[in-house]
T-cell receptor
């Protein structure tokens, strides 16, 4: 299906586990982003990518890693999950020269 | 540091009335300011944007006003409908033109009363 999809939609993991959240877009957008959304903080940028193999840290990148081997995929990995990483995670993409970011439906991650 | 914020966390309006959602920003280097709508259980959805060299832009039932003098942004929704019930976020694209992400405000929850 066309668009931007995230998987899984819901995930429960234990403290210390590694977990990967997937993001896939079908528009060949250059720019992709990961945000986390927490009550009282709105959406905060974790990582962003301008193209395949180009990634940069955002405001709250500690404890996360990303990769972008293909333009359409931008997985986010929590190397050793902590309870403070319990959140809703949104992936987004934007085309070159556009201000409109398209967001996925989100992944609700709970770390116990 | 630089931030984008909102004046009111919750706004309750009667169906059919006009809604006005406000936002204050502090990064004068942003060249675009954007409004997003987020319905329960969904990702944010683009509504409208305005370039920093404009003071007003209209869309379908929505108008965004930008006052650079006081660093204030507002979203006006005409004839509010039940489907407008959502959380609204203002955002700015910063000095990187959006390539390095958006800075979001904390959101205003718009509640529509029948």
């Amino acid at each position: 299906d066309a668009g931007i999809t995230q998987s899984p939609r819901y995930k429960i993991t234990e403290t210390g586990r590694q977990v990967t959240l997937m993001c896939h877009q079908t528009w060949s957008h250059s720019y992709m982003f990961w945000y986390r959304q927490d009550l009282g903080h709105g959406l905060r940028l974790i990582y962003y990518s301008a193209a395949a193999d180009i990634t940069d840290k955002g405001e709250v990148s500690d404890g996360y890693v990303v990769s972008r081997s293909k333009t359409e995929n931008f997985p986010l990995t929590l190397e050793s999950a902590t309870r403070s990483q319990t959140s809703v995670y949104f992936c987004a993409s934007t085309g070159q020269g556009s201000t409109e970011a398209f967001f996925g439906q989100g992944t609700r991650l709970t770390v116990v | 540091g630089e931030s984008v914020g909102l004046h009111l966390p919750t706004l309750s309006v009667q169906e059919g009335d006009n809604s006005i959602i406000n936002c204050a920003y502090s990064n004068s280097a942003s060249d675009y300011f954007i409004w997003y709508k987020q319905e329960s259980g969904k990702g944010p959805q683009f509504i409208i944007d305005i370039r920093s060299n404009m003071d007003k832009r209209q869309g379908q039932r929505v108008t965004v006003l930008l006052n650079k003098t006081v660093k204030h942004l507002s979203l006006q929704i005409a004839a509010t409908q039940p489907g407008d019930s959502a959380v609204y976020f203002c955002a700015e694209n910063g000095s990187g033109g959006g390539a390095d992400g958006l800075t979001f405000g904390k959101g205003t929850h718009l509640i529509i009363q029948p």
